[in-house]
């Protein structure tokens, strides 16, 4: 073995070691170790803590505080997407209502046609029953002229 599979095995050592002492300290903080620094230890750029060492409080505190952004995060991404939820229910609804609406008023304009023409044919009757009953009034009248001329002659 050279000294570089050494050093290399013990910085994966101490990756999990910082691994397993991020997630024993804050459950949160399993969120920042990726998966996929199982096999790529070098993608992480932090400075290696000793457990009992000076970063200790520090470290809690960022992991506290990463923890609680990312709480927030959650919260209102989760926010977000009620407020999508709501807005896309809301615009469901409008179409459905002007659809409704669209509908309604194609069936008002038949109504309002339909009662135009019953409305013109109730005219046109009215008008034939008046002019029936003028031209019965003129046969009145006739047969009334016709009789009193019959009755002056006899």
């Known amino acids: 073995m050279n000294s570089e599979d050494v050093g290399g095995e013990v910085f994966k050592r ?3 070691d910082l691994e397993e002492m991020l997630s024993n ?8 170790v990726s998966p996929s620094l199982g096999t790529g230890y ?3 750029v932090v400075p290696v803590p000793q457990a009992t060492g000076h970063y200790g409080p520090r470290l809690n505190n960022y992991q506290t505080c990463m923890g609680l952004l990312i709480l927030e995060k959650e ?3 989760f926010s977000y997407e ?4 709501a807005i896309s229910s809301a615009e469901l609804k409008l179409k459905c209502e002007k659809a409704a609406h669209a509908s309604d008023l194609i069936d008002a304009r038949k109504r309002e046609d339909s009662l135009k023409k019953a409305v013109g044919i109730e005219k046109e009757f009215a ?4 002019n029936s009953f003028d031209e019965m009034r003129a046969e009145l009248a006739d047969a ?7 009755l002056a002659m006899a």
Request: charged share 40%.
């Open 14 to 16: 101490e990756m999990r």
């Open 25 to 32: 300290s804050n459950p949160v903080a399993e969120k920042f």
């Open 42 to 44: 070098h993608r992480l």
């Open 75 to 77: 919260e209102w991404v």
């Open 82 to 85: 009620q407020a999508k939820i």
């Open 127 to 130: 008008k034939n029953i008046e």
């Open 144 to 150: 009334k002229v016709a009789t009193e001329t019959k």
